[in-house]
């Protein structure tokens, strides 16, 4: 069964960090750029960052530059994302996912974690 289980979500305070996991299980870790995604109540779901399995290359969306850290754990099949600075903006339901476009869509999804900024 293909899994990916996100966590580490919550509620902090605009300037605060929080460092989201995402434990991948089921299919071939190793042969997928891992992406990061979040959706805010009313907006459409974007890119946040990505992460190649080829050679650990990240890639971020420009909103989270500076700010966020894509990294990943191939001996454990989990990826994280360090965010600093946390904006209110930066509120949403994060999702990683086995892939970094949205067209095509990635071949399989988390359930998705919660983050509150709270300014």
């Known amino acids: 069964e293909v899994q990916l289980v996100e966590s580490g979500g919550g509620l902090v305070q605009a300037g605060g960090s929080l460092r989201l996991s995402c434990a991948a299980s089921g299919f071939a870790f190793d042969d997928y750029a891992i992406g990061w995604f979040r959706q805010a109540p009313g907006k459409e779901r974007d890119g946040v960052s990505c992460i190649s399995s080829a050679d650990g290359s990240t890639y971020y969306a420009d909103s989270v530059k500076g700010r966020f850290t894509m990294s990943s754990d191939n001996a454990k099949n989990t990826v994280y994302l360090q965010m600093n600075s946390l904006k209110p903006e930066d509120t949403a339901v994060y999702y990683c996912?086995?892939?970094?476009?949205?067209?095509?869509?990635?071949?399989?999804w988390g359930q998705g974690t919660q983050v509150t900024v709270s300014s």
């Open positions: 996912a086995a892939g970094c476009t949205l067209i095509p869509p990635p071949d399989y």
